[in-house]
């Protein structure tokens, strides 16, 4: 693949939402056209929830948390997030920017 952009992690085709930041203040259910995106609370005055869309392997989110207040990270229906400490939920409580990539269908790794 020499020469072909393959975005980040060696993406062939990162999602709608790669280099884009979206930044809420209240809770979430993200799109699937976002995939790629950061995820941000900048500008939240209290804790949020975001909802992930269904987990397809290829998708990824980027995740910040900058006020300091905490991002429940959680999956959609059966969809599991792997490397939290509940099988559907992650709790961001830390200013570091947290990724969530599907390489396996329904299942959120934490990396």
Same mark, same amino acid.
Do not use: H, K
């Given at each position: ?31 699937? $056209?976002?995939? %790629? *995106?950061?995820?941000?609370?900048? #500008?939240?005055? /209290?804790?949020?929830? !975001?909802?992930?869309?269904?987990? =397809? ?16 990270? $959680?999956?959609? %229906? *059966?969809?599991?997030?792997?490397? #939290?400490?509940? /099988?559907?939920?992650? !709790?961001?409580?830390?200013?570091? =920017? ?14």
């Amino acid at each position: 693949m020499s020469g072909e952009n393959t975005g980040r992690y060696g993406r062939v085709n990162p999602g709608q939402g790669f280099g884009q930041q979206y930044d809420y203040t209240a809770d979430v259910v993200l799109a699937s $056209t976002q995939d %790629g *995106a950061l995820i941000t609370n900048l #500008g939240a005055v /209290a804790a949020i929830a !975001v909802t992930l869309p269904p987990a =397809i392997a290829g998708r990824e989110f980027a995740v910040m948390r900058i006020p300091a207040y905490s991002i429940t990270v $959680t999956s959609v %229906g *059966a969809d599991t997030i792997r490397g #939290g400490p509940a /099988a559907g939920s992650y !709790v961001i409580n830390n200013r570091v =920017i947290t990724v969530f990539a599907c390489i396996v269908d329904g299942t959120w790794e934490v990396i």
